[in-house]
């Protein structure tokens, strides 16, 4: 807690002083990291072919379902137009074979004629026949059920010839589709491989394609520091190039550690626009296991840089401002900074001195009489 105290007639005119007090809080740890997009993928090459259009280069953005690359499929094209064809033929057989079962049922083949004309058909179909169903040396309706299960079958192997084309026809034209590489989702080309034109091969890299609308920040944290971490705790963050510090959150701990250097992969979701991916970042991670330290606090209004070195006004013991470098810490809410170094407890500091106020005394005071 903060202390306003304001002083006589003199302090007065300098503005509000307040008495600088100890902030607990735990001692954090600073780890490096590298800002990655939420989401990116690496299109590669799915068959062999040459490179006939690539929709564009490193920072173009595409929308879900947009062409990106796309490979030769001619010669794919040419082999299901000929798949189509023999499609049609077993098509064909299967209808063929159906009216051939239906012809069987009714006009069975064992009951055709079989014999010349005249008196010697009639013969066999008056005498021949019956005597041979009489003896039992010929059976008419097992005949005509072993006719129709041949019938059946010419019907089920064409159905079958026909499913088989069907099958290959749906290998081809998920080949057709490996040839077009779409866009996954909403994003931006962050580096291409190829050009149109190339030559690739199965499994050849062609471009990396990520979403760079919401950033993460990728850090491998000591397996000491990971009991300090949970999932959506709020930390803060220190981004390139100006070390400026935004709260990160915990999005993802990976579950297991490196065997090999002993630390665990976790990212920290950033706030839109800050960073760039690439970029390399800092988090400050929580250290239960180091004692809690005690800074001073004060307002950020009582910062004052010369240059890139900060400082504050102290007031001595005559009520005179003095300007002292100090080393600035973690920014808290409600508009407080912690101090590292340069201040102790109890001194009081100008909580937001003025144009007119020097090492000393303040412009028009009686430094200057």
């Known amino acids: 807690m903060l202390a306003c105290v304001v002083a006589g007639p003199v302090l007065a005119d300098l503005g509000p002083t307040f008495v600088v007090e100890q902030a607990q809080g735990a001692s954090t740890v600073s780890l490096g990291g590298s800002v990655i997009p939420y989401k990116e993928v690496t299109l590669a090459a799915q068959l062999p072919g040459r ?9 173009d953005t595409f929308r879900e379902k947009d062409l990106l690359v796309a490979i030769d499929d001619q010669e794919l094209l040419a082999n299901r137009r000929a798949l189509m064809a023999q499609m049609a033929s077993a098509d064909a057989q299967l209808r063929n074979a159906g009216v051939q079962y239906s012809r069987e049922i009714y006009s069975p083949q064992s009951r055709s004629t079989v014999g010349g004309m005249g008196l010697p058909n009639l013969f066999d179909q008056m005498f021949t026949r019956p005597a ?9 309706t097992a005949e005509r059920s072993a006719d129709l299960f041949a019938s059946g079958i010419q019907i089920q192997e064409a159905q079958n010839a026909l499913l088989r084309l069907q099958a290959e026809l749906q290998a081809l034209d998920s080949r057709i589709r490996d040839a077009r590489s779409i866009a996954p989702f909403d994003g931006v080309i962050t580096r291409k491989m190829i050009e149109v034109g190339d030559t690739v091969q199965p499994g050849q890299p062609l471009l990396t394609y990520a979403d760079v ?3 993460q920040v990728e850090v491998d944290v000591p397996a000491r520091l990971r009991p300090g971490l949970r999932d959506g705790m709020m930390v803060q963050a220190e981004l390139d190039p100006d070390n400026r510090r935004v709260p990160v959150r915990v999005a993802q701990i990976f579950p297991m550690a490196d065997p090999q250097r ?3 992969k976790i990212k920290f979701d950033l706030p839109q626009g800050v960073s760039e991916p690439g970029m390399y970042a800092k988090v400050l991670v929580p250290d239960l296991g180091a004692p809690a330290r005690a800074n001073p606090v004060i307002p950020t209004t009582a910062v004052r ?6 400082g504050v006004y102290v007031v001595n013991e005559r009520g005179e401002p003095q300007l002292r470098l100090i080393r600035v810490g973690e920014e808290l809410s409600g508009g407080m900074v912690t101090v590292l170094s340069g201040l ?11 144009p007119r106020v020097t090492a000393g005394w ?8």
């Open 51 to 59: 490179v006939n259009f690539l929709a564009g280069r490193e920072g």
């Open 132 to 140: 041979e169903t009489f003896m039992g040396e010929r059976d008419r």
């Open 213 to 215: 609308e919401y950033l």
């Open 262 to 264: 002993h630390t665990v």
């Open 305 to 310: 840089y010369n240059g890139s070195l900060p």
């Open 344 to 354: 102790r407890a109890g001194e009081r500091v100008l909580s937001n001195p003025g």
């Open 362 to 369: 303040a412009s028009g005071g009686p430094a200057d009489r």
